[in-house]
Nanobody, 112 residues
Framework: VQLVESGGGLVQPGGSLRLSCEASGIMFSIVRMAWFRQAPGKQRELVGSITSDGNTNYADAVKGRFTISRDNPKKMAYLQMNSLKPEDTAVYYC???????WGQGTQVTVSS
């Protein structure tokens, strides 16, 4: 299993970023995918997830600002982040739900 996150960077407060996750080695179309994040000095936390048929749920901290989507034929998951806040600064990871597989993550920094 390989998970490759990309799309992170430095953005000003109020800005947007779109993260991508390319998955291989799994039956992507039937797997629930999740996004997590880990801020400096904090535990990794769930951002949200998307089922195989596109149903999503989100942590309260990002609800209404973040949107998770997926493209099953391309084996890609996405995290659209709008109205970013400094507290969204973290390394963001995607992973198949209920597995121990992790990618290398992508750094998101929200700062003016």
């Amino acid at each position: 299993v390989q998970l490759v996150e990309s799309g992170g960077g430095l953005v000003q407060p109020g800005g947007s970023l779109r993260l991508s996750c390319e998955a291989s080695g799994i039956m992507f179309s039937i797997v629930r995918m999740a996004w997590f994040r880990q801020a400096p000095g904090k535990q990794r936390e769930l951002v949200g997830s998307i089922t195989s048929d596109g149903n999503t749920n989100y942590a309260d901290a990002v609800k209404g600002r973040f949107t998770i989507s997926r493209d099953n034929p391309k084996k890609m998951a996405y995290l659209q982040m709008n109205s970013l806040k400094p507290e969204d600064t973290a390394v963001y990871y995607c992973k198949p739900w209920n597995t121990g597989y992790w990618g290398q993550g992508t750094q998101v920094t929200v700062s003016s």
